[in-house]
């Protein structure tokens, strides 16, 4: 069988242009339309022909690049700028630019305010598509690497102690210098000291602001490389990370809202996530979905409160234990008196309130009555008798409790893994994005944002029936998105 062979030498008649490159149903085609049919304005990045002044390279060009990029998992500018030079898609995509790595890095870091917006812009874009209902949101989070090693997290009292060591540092070095210059001005030996001295005063300043920062934090440890991380445990271990928090809509699974944290534990974070991506449907969900990292009783209810549904379970709930015979539920609060009676009628009394812990306790009211008992050793084992707690708010915990047996809740927490983990199976494996390249939080929740975009396209793609189908739903309603 003969063989077929290419020839580079082969000359055309008629070069082609980029344009013929690039097939009608090509990917690339509807990230471009995406991208043109964003607001700028909405996203704070000014688009202005007219400018004076020397040329920049066009803001829509760069931000189609760095989404682009992104979605196949190209997010080095360096990487970047050789994509526009040898891929035939990042060519077409940017008409034949060739910004260079510094450009690349230096848009992204000067734009990343407007980077966090882009996220909101796509789901607007989403629910004028009728893509995202907005009934039912579910929300979860991840735990993503920082740009920053382990070992460079350390206490307030290891930086002020390196503090006084750039300070003694600092004043030798002054002192030689000032010698050096009375004695051999302009020798060699002088310069390397002044060019130490601009270091060592450097370091000083950026360890001035991280002492500032515990006490405006109030962290005990703080790393040295980006003061917004924190050392988070994960499936891999222990490493200086984000705490990434997703909010998705459950009719086609795409992501509303994204945000990255520092906060280690989903504890504090439903109250805040539902709604911030509310404020993006400009409107509130019916019911919101969390797994039991999200229990905390005081941010259920503050959703609860906006007569939103909370589908939320105990932790008691999520471990799937048998309950024991004799637990709290086997006892009667008596709400006028504020006190527990046990299965056989006596009384266990309001000892002490836990701020705290935003509970109240109470113990049986003769230790004897409970060594006596039958059930003793089986409902209790300590000498001093029955003891318990009950939350301040324990009568919004049982509602939830039964709230979430429901068989319509069930059927909703059912759904929530194949909607809010999937995006991020789909933004760590097929985008490759186990850590994050910048720095600080706010870079952070930039490139967090871009993440959650890509995903969102790869699904817009696929529920606009194809690359052709979602170009021409955007060019629909062009005076709208």
């Known amino acids: 069988m003969a063989y077929r062979y290419g020839n580079r030498q082969q000359m055309e008649l008629l070069p082609q242009s980029i344009e013929e490159y690039v097939a009608k149903d090509d990917p690339v085609r509807a990230y471009d339309a995406f991208i043109d049919a964003l607001d700028f304005n909405a996203l704070g990045i000014e688009l202005n022909p007219h400018k004076v002044g020397n040329a920049e390279y066009n803001p829509k060009a760069m931000l189609k690049l760095l989404i682009y990029g992104y979605s196949y998992g190209i997010r080095s500018s360096r990487k970047l700028e050789r994509a526009t030079y040898h891929n035939v898609s990042f060519i077409w995509l940017v008409g034949g630019l060739k910004p260079d790595h510094k450009t690349i890095a230096e848009f992204r870091r000067r734009n990343r305010g407007a980077l966090k917006k882009v996220l909101r812009e796509c789901a607007r874009m989403c629910i004028k598509l009728d893509l995202i209902m907005g009934n039912v949101l579910f929300v979860d989070g991840t735990k993503l690497r920082a740009n920053a090693a382990r070992k460079k997290s350390h206490t307030k009292e290891w930086y002020e102690q390196q503090l006084s060591k750039v300070g003694q540092r600092i004043e030798e070095l002054l002192g030689e210098c000032e010698a050096i210059d009375r004695e051999e001005e302009g020798q060699d030996s002088c310069i390397r000291m002044r060019e130490e001295l601009a270091e060592k ?98 941010e259920l209810e503050k959703i609860d409160a906006q007569g939103i549904k909370v589908v939320v379970p105990s932790r008691r709930q999520a471990s799937h234990k048998p309950e024991k015979p004799l637990s709290k539920r086997a006892f009667r609060y008596d709400e006028e008196r504020d006190c527990y009676y046990c299965p056989q009628g006596h009384r266990l009394e309001y000892v002490a309130r836990e701020k705290s812990k935003r509970r109240k306790r109470y113990r049986i009211v003769e230790r004897s009555l409970c060594l006596n008992c039958g059930h003793f050793g089986q409902c209790t084992t300590d000498i001093r008798g029955r003891r318990m707690t009950r939350l301040f708010r324990e009568e919004l915990r049982e509602k939830l409790e039964a709230q979430y047996e429901e068989t319509a809740s069930q059927m909703i927490y059912k759904r929530r893994k194949t909607r809010v983990e999937h995006p991020f199976g789909h933004i760590k494996r097929n985008l490759k994005a186990d850590a994050f390249m910048l720095r600080g939080r706010e870079g952070v929740q930039a490139e967090t944002s871009l993440l959650a975009t890509c995903y969102n396209i790869v699904r817009m793609i696929t529920l606009c029936g194809g690359v052709t189908g979602l170009i021409q739903r955007l060019m629909m309603k062009p005076a709208t998105i």
């Open 201 to 298: 005063k450097r370091l000083q300043g950026k360890i001035e602001e991280i002492v500032k920062e515990f006490e405006t934090l109030g962290s005990k440890r703080l790393n040295q490389t980006d003061p917004d991380c924190a050392v988070m445990k994960g499936s891999q271990g222990s490493h200086a990370s984000y705490n990434v928090q997703s909010v998705v809509d459950d009719g086609n699974g795409l992501i509303v809202h994204a945000d990255a944290v520092k906060d280690a534990t989903d504890d504090n974070q439903f109250a805040h996530q539902i709604d911030q991506a509310n404020e993006v449907l400009e409107d509130r969900c019916t019911v919101a979905c969390g797994d039991a990292g999200y229990a905390d009783i005081e």
